[in-house]
Every structure is written in C-alpha cells, then in structure tokens.
C-alpha cells in the first residue's frame, strides 16, 4: 500500500531512490513526467496510433469522447508548460 501511495504524490521526484532535495530538478522532473503522461497515456490513446489501432472499437471510442470532454484541462495544462518553458 505504501508504494501505491507514493506514486501518488505531487512530487515524483524524491520517490526515486537516493535523490537529493532539489525543488529546480525536482520541478523539471514534475515536468517531464507530465509531458510523458500526457503523450503517452493521452495523446497515443486516442490519436492515429498503433495503440489506439490496437483497442476495441468501443474502448477507443469511450477514450476519444473522454478526451473530447477533458480537452479544455489538457490544453490548459500544455499551455501552462509552454509558459515555464518557452524551449
């Protein structure tokens, strides 16, 4: 249970193992590991992928009206990452 409970924090970055505090590359990891969540988990699901080729014409249908549902969230936060950087 513990370790289900510390995927769940708002900072992955001190769960990995020996990692020092550090707020600069602990908020570029925060940063990463939402971009990849978002390109994977999100985008891979319900965009013309192998992936999504992949799911049950339902499923993939129940995905992309999620998406549709949840985009203003996704766009916010895409735009919130463009603003802290820019690169």
């Keep these: 249970l513990l370790s289900i409970q510390s995927l769940l924090s708002t900072d992955p970055y001190y769960n990995e193992p020996g990692v020092p505090r550090n707020v600069v590359a602990s908020e570029q990891y925060s940063d990463y590991v939402r971009h990849e969540t978002m390109r994977v988990a999100v985008l ?10 992949s799911m049950p014409p339902k499923l993939l ?27």
């Design 44 to 53: 891979d699901m319900v965009g013309d992928t192998s992936l999504a080729r």
């Design 61 to 87: 249908s129940v995905a992309r009206s999620l998406f549709i549902a949840h985009f203003p969230v996704y766009r916010d936060t895409c735009e919130e990452h463009a603003k802290r950087n820019p690169e």
